[in-house]
Structure formats: C-alpha cells, structure tokens
C-alpha cells in the first residue's frame, strides 16, 4: 500500500505571490511604466512545452503539465525602468482567451515541491547567457539538430555571434543605431513550421520560474516567466 499510495499521491501545488494579472490589467506599476510587446506565434504541436535559456538549452525537459496542440501568441511586458532602462520583466503564453485565478508553480518531471520549504521559494530554469524562451518539445529535438549542423558546418563559429545576432537585429527598434541589436526573435527553423522564441530575461543570468495560470477549475489560460524585475525577489 505503501508504494501505491506514493504512486498516486498528487504533487503539492506552489502558488507565485504575485497575480500577473496586474501586469496584464495595468500600464503602470508601483511606478514603473508597463509596455506591451507582441512577437508572434508559437507553434506548440505536441503540446509539450519547454522554457529555457535558448542558449543553453541541453537538458531543458518539458513541463509535466501539457495543452492541447496549436499555436499561441507570446506577449512580452517591458519594464521602462527608471535606473536600468527597459527590461523584460513578464512573459506570456496565451493559451486561450480568459482570466486566470491562481498561478501554479510549472514543474518539470522530477522535481518534488515538498522541497520548498519556504514561502517564496521555487524550482524555476538557469539563464548563463541572458535570454529565455519557450518551445514545444518537438521544436527542441529540431533545434538540437540545428545547433549540431551549424557547429559541424562552422567549426570555429559561435551559433550567437555568427547566426543569431543578424535574426535579433532584425527586430531592432532602430535598424540604424549600431548600439540596438534587438532583444527578441521568432525564429522558424528552415524546411519546418516549427519555431522558437527568444527574449531577454530581466537584469540578466540567474534562476527564474514560469507559472501556470489556471482557473479554479485547473483549465490552463497561460503560462508565464517571471524575470523577477517588477516584484523582486519576493
């Protein structure tokens, strides 16, 4: 009975302290000017969802829970920072129109909330070169492929300086300021309709978690980063 009831015990769920709501409703926040920036869709088709640093992307694995294949926007909400300039500070994938009531903690397989001990506390994906992003886990084994073939085609190149910094570019708010090298990409992998995104995270590297917003009835409206710029370390 013992083994049984481990196998069916459900996972506690962890809340964020903060509604993001309040982001999606608001402009301004405790001071802070809120811009919304939308980059697209994502194509999700095994409904099997990876966030992760895109640059370090490895052993990123999906998270447990999954939504219905399809394709969703990714909204992005900038912070207009008075000491930092802009920052990144939300990001969103709508997975259908409506209001969440609760945000839960996203888990990856593995990873056991009874480990949080403390309020605040949270499992959330490693950034060491300053960007996150979503993609479905298909598009994953995809850009996995990619990254070999350009190495092995490009032996002393480097996948950010040489491929990725002219897609950026390209969404530069000023094409012609050499010091605007773009903060975001919807980038589609050729031959496919499978696509990642890639935004800046925040202030930089760190820890951050992405959370589930649900109804009280568990149906998932979306899902989102928090990189920790508008809240804090909480």
């Not at 920072?81 to 500070?89: E, I, L, N």
């Not at 969440?100 to 309020?119: F, I, M, P």
Request: glycine share 8%; net charge negative.
């Amino acid at each position: 009975m013992g083994f049984l009831s481990n196998l069916f015990k459900k996972e506690k769920e962890v809340y964020s302290p903060v509604d993001y709501n309040r982001v999606f409703d608001n402009t301004v926040i405790d001071g802070i000017p809120v811009e919304r920036l939308d980059i697209g869709l994502l194509n999700v088709p095994t409904g099997q969802i990876i966030v992760c640093d895109p640059l370090v992307f490895s052993d990123a694995q999906p998270f447990t829970k999954t939504v219905a294949p399809g394709k969703y926007p990714v909204t992005i909400y900038i912070a207009k920072t008075p000491d930092a300039g802009d920052r990144y500070a939300v990001a969103c994938l709508e997975i259908k129109p409506g209001r969440a009531e609760k945000w839960v903690l996203a888990l990856t397989k593995g990873q056991d909330t009874s480990q949080l001990k403390n309020e605040g506390d949270y499992f959330g994906f490693p950034v060491d070169a300053g960007l996150g992003g979503f993609l479905d886990s298909q598009t994953a084994a995809v850009y996995d492929k990619f990254l070999d073939d350009f190495q092995k085609n490009n032996p002393n190149s480097n996948i950010y300086d040489d491929f990725f910094a002219a897609e950026f570019k390209k969404n530069a708010a000023d094409q012609d300021d050499p010091n605007d090298i773009g903060d975001w990409v919807n980038f589609t992998f050729p031959g496919t309709d499978l696509n990642i995104t890639m935004f800046h995270s925040g202030y930089g590297d760190g820890m951050y978690p992405a959370y589930w917003g649900t109804t009280n009835d568990e149906e998932i409206v979306s899902l989102v980063i928090d990189f920790m710029v508008l809240f804090g370390e909480w």
